[in-house]
């Protein structure tokens, strides 16, 4: 009985299971309450105006991750919680077969409410199937997914009925409840150092994550305006937008998942936050033609992209480092929802007050500009942080004169190494600064760096964390 449990539930089938759950519920969430062109395909067949229905549900998104990410406290509790919220939410969807009345604002604020237990909870199983490097492939594959499916719905909404994009929204919840009545309920061993509590944010993550939030929430701003004043903008174009609209996103998602580790997660980062930036200003100076709409969504939406899976392999990063992986999702995902919200109603005003596109243009570029004072700021702590702490973190598995031996065995292996890399990358898993390891080997600093470099560049890797877990994955497995 316990082999076969097991073998049913490798962290291979996990994420499979948990991939499918995320990608089923997550495209619901996108194309009805969360800003979704299905939601104002319903309210157009009733003459609606849907901006007040969606900036409340937005709101009770954001205060849902953080109440469940507090609540969620195991692996057991999130997957019964991802269950119910799962069913009230395709339960709550029937209503909008009806005519408008306040039960659709009833249930879009507590669809969102409950749909949050399902994302936040999630983050148990975002953990657990996977390794921390491998993360952002299941971000990915998670969210690419997802958006593809909100363009299934959206163009069946638009081209054939809502309805009908209603009811495959609905079958798509369905299936989301079934595949996670088979997610494995046990809670996995604990991947972090024993004096960490359970359900508690450590110190010195505190601030990395504080830091990491403010530009999810001041970059996201953007989205909001985007929702608000670009969309509307364009609303005659609803058949070219049904389809196109995510595309770019998709787009932007692979480029920097199959780019990062070449380029570098920071080098496509600030290339997206410029063309957001330049996304503004084409809508500034351009029509409102076809054209111009293909030239600022394919901006806003492959930047939007590439920004989102940036702060989302950070926070699958940072899972390790919490007893309570629900708590770090729901708090950075919280961030992202909230930045969505404050754009949604400056955009609002924006356009209450008749004032012009280049007032969104200016608020966005503000925008821009704040978020390149904070990112080097929030890199400074995150390479601490993420590189330093999964470093400790091995080296207090491993006995000194087991960890010489294994050092020195695994280097031994890593082929194309020269015996001087060889020694840097012997100091750099003992904890060695790259100015210690200067004065070590008699060499310069920058000499120091070009040979870090190197290694990385030969052992396909990116930090220390990751030449640590390189080093020392076969010992943590070895009986």
């Known amino acids: 009985m316990t082999g076969g ?8 089938h996990e994420r499979r299971l948990s991939i499918t759950v995320f990608v089923l519920f997550s495209s619901w969430l996108l194309a009805l309450p969360f800003e979704g062109r299905l ?55 029937a209503v909008f077969f009806a005519p408008p009345s306040a039960l659709w604002n009833a249930a879009l604020v507590t669809g969102s409410f409950f749909i949050a237990a ?33 363009i299934g719905l959206n163009v069946a909404a638009v081209h054939f009925s809502p309805y009908l994009g209603l009811a495959l929204a609905m079958f798509f919840l369905g299936g989301s409840f079934l595949f996670a009545l088979r997610l494995p309920p046990e809670d996995p061993p604990s991947s972090i150092p024993a004096s960490t509590q359970p359900g508690t944010v450590p110190p010195d993550v505190a601030k990395p994550l504080a830091l990491l939030c403010l530009f999810v929430l001041v970059i996201t701003i953007n989205s909001g305006l985007m929702y608000h004043v670009l969309n509307p903008s364009f609303s005659h174009l609803s058949s070219l937008a049904s389809w196109y609209w995510a595309l770019p996103y998709i787009a932007g998602l692979y480029l920097m998942l199959k780019f ?10 600030y290339t997206a936050i410029a063309a957001i930036g330049l996304s503004f200003i084409a809508f500034m100076i351009l029509d409102r033609s076809a054209f111009s709409y293909l030239v600022v969504n394919t901006l806003m939406l492959g930047a939007c992209g590439a920004c989102d899976l940036f702060w989302w392999s950070i926070l699958g990063e940072m899972l390790d480092l919490s007893a309570n992986p629900a708590k770090i999702l729901g708090i950075g995902l919280s961030a992202n929802v909230a930045g969505v919200f404050i754009g949604g109603v400056v955009g609002d ?24 004072v904070i990112l080097p700021l929030l890199y400074r702590y995150l390479s601490v942080l993420l590189d330093d702490r999964a470093f400790y973190a091995a080296l207090a598995e491993i006995s000194p004169p087991a960890k010489e031996k294994q050092v020195s065995e695994r280097l031994a292996r890593l082929g194309g190494l020269s015996e001087r890399e060889k020694e840097v990358a012997a100091l750099l898993l003992h904890g060695k600064t790259y100015r210690r390891i200067a004065g070590e080997l008699s060499i310069s600093e920058n000499t120091v760096k ?3 470099k190197n290694i990385y560049g030969k052992c396909d890797i990116q930090s220390r964390g990751e030449l640590i877990d390189l080093a020392f994955r076969e010992n943590r497995h070895t009986p």
């Not at 449990?5 to 291979?12: A, I, K, L």
């Not at 395909?41 to 953080?66: N, S």
């Not at 983050?123 to 969210?143: D, Q």
């Open 349 to 372: 005003l924006l356009i209450a007050a008749g004032l012009p596109d280049q007032s969104t243009t200016a608020i966005a570029l503000s925008v821009v500009c704040a978020t390149l």
């Open 118 to 150: 399902s994302i936040t909870g999630w983050g148990y199983y975002f953990k657990s199937s996977a390794p921390k490097y491998e993360r952002i492939k299941v971000a990915a594959t998670g969210l690419i997914f997802s958006n593809i499916l909100m």
């Open 260 to 269: 990062s580790r070449k380029i570098g997660r920071g080098y496509i980062l």
């Open 39 to 93: 939601l104002s395909e319903i309210a157009g067949k009733h003459a609606l105006d849907t901006g007040g229905l969606v900036i409340g549900a937005v709101a009770a998104t954001a205060a849902g991750l953080l109440f469940w990410g507090f609540l969620i406290r195991s692996k057991k509790t999130a997957r019964r919680l991802i269950l119910c919220s799962t069913a009230i939410c395709m339960i709550l969807s």
């Open 5 to 12: 449990r097991v073998r049913r539930f490798s962290p291979m």
């Open 450 to 452: 070009t040979h870090v």
